[in-house]
């Protein structure tokens, strides 16, 4: 096991991956734990750069770890210096952003697609990306005002979808109305009433699902945008579903 000590320039830099800014100049992010290590290393999205651990988590990583990947050793002071959460894990993991501009996704687009309109919560956009994962849908396209799809409360949110996910950012809404019309997808706005049911949309179709702000929903311009409105009925008399609680029953209902 070929493994180096973490320096303190090392430790610094990581540390700046904190901040999205840092993270979107050097195109790498930040995963933790060991789950995260073996759901990076299962998919190809993002590769794995290097990773940190302290010294009860060395003999575990080096079992899994390819031999070309480096193995930075470090005290549990430096952990919880480098790490995100308040009780951390013991392994920092450092991937580079997979490559997606939507040109791709036209080669390569699945029947459904999610597009996500300014959604600020990154526990939502997490969670949304495991739903999705779960019913099949691998494929995400993003606003330019939703929060960081690799922050870290979105990356432990998604329980390892994010290494399954291709993560197209930034779409503006223009984007991607010219996409669906130039592949034959549907825009499926989600509003909170006066839309159809989710199990009335079409099976067959190719169709892109539009989810809007936890607070405000879709801007007008996509539900104008939109070949159909949906909306979820209750019963109760509460104001509106969590977002990601809606996204689970559309995607249920679309993709079965």
Sequence with gaps: MNVSQLSGNHRKWIRRLHRKKFRMEEGVFIAEGFNALEAALAATLHPVLEVVADKAHLEPIADILPGHVPIYECTGSAMEEISTEQTPQGVVV?????????????????????????????GNLGTIMRTAAWFGVRQMALSPSCVDPFNTKAIRASAGAVFKTETYQPVTPQQIRAFAEKAGYNMIATVPRGGISPYEVK????????LGQ??????????GYADRLVSIHGRGDMESLNLSVAAAIILYEITK
Excluded: W
């Design 214 to 223: 936890e607070a405000n929903g879709l801007s007008e311009e996509l539900t």
């Design 94 to 122: 450092i991937c580079r952003h997979g490559d997606f501009p939507l040109q791709k996704l036209e080669d390569t687009a699945s029947g459904t697609l999610i597009y996500l309109d300014r959604v600020s919560d990154p």
């Design 203 to 210: 099976k067959d179709d190719k169709n892109i699902v539009m």
